[in-house]
């Protein structure tokens, strides 16, 4: 089992109804927004992932970066513009993550 997150930024070219589109299209790919019930940030989102049969992490990275790939071409389809200027997909198979107790 591998945990996934992907913190993403959009390009100031893109609409705010695309944004939340975007987001809503990956909540949809059964990626979460939350953490033991706390919010993410708004620009990130995780999931938990298998590798399938060979599947290497490398291959899992791919996976994630073409369902992005794909959400982004689903909210186009609706004609709005959305184009991403950053996108951080990191995939762990073991260690601790979680979100930071704040305020610091």
Partial sequence: MFVATIVYEFSPTT???AQKLFRAE???RRYNEH???RPLPRTA???RRTTEAGETVVELKVRCEREVQS???AVRK???TIEL???WVKVMGGGTCGLA???F
Avoid: H, N, R, T
Wanted: proline share 4%; glycine share 12%; hydrophobic share 60%.
């Fill in 78 to 80: 609706f004609g709005l």
């Fill in 45 to 47: 989102l995780w999931i």
């Fill in 85 to 87: 200027s950053a996108l």
């Fill in 71 to 73: 959400a982004v071409q």
């Fill in 101 to 103: 107790e704040l305020p």
């Fill in 26 to 28: 990956m909540v949809g």
């Fill in 15 to 17: 609409d705010a109804k």
């Fill in 35 to 37: 953490w033991e019930g």
